[in-house]
């Protein structure tokens, strides 16, 4: 069933305040999957407070293009969907959230989810960049391995000055 005119417009206005707002943007493509699938990848994206669509290719290509992104956009094949996490003011966002959320559905789903690519920090990013983003640990973990990396010369100097004074006694 075609989709009337007025229907179209409401969709595009829609997806272009939603991609206005989002700080990232990554473009899955689908086929095959259960709606039980899409609903427990849903449930896991709203957790880390990102959103999931699926919307014509047209209308998207539309809206990317009012966002204005620099570089060349990746090819959109097949289904897709776009997962995106918008702008909150005065809370800091992982920007990583859309890309590692949907790495675990990638990996469990084995085929019938796919990475084309997305858009971060105002530019496209092909399929492979987007594998490589998804690979980044979250926010709170890089400070954990951070401080870890602090910590560790003071650790060992104070297991040798520890190891000194056994000696002396």
Sequence with gaps: MAITRAKKESLLKGTTDALAKAVSIVFVSFRGVTVHEVNELRDALKQEGVKYTVVKKTLLKKALDAKGFSGEMPELTGEVAFAYLSEVEGVESDITAPARSLQAFVKKLKGKLVFLGGALEG???????????ATIPPVSVLRGMFVNVINSPIQRFAIALAEVGKLKA
């Design 123 to 133: 530019k496209y990013l092909s399929g492979t960049e987007i594998v490589a983003v």
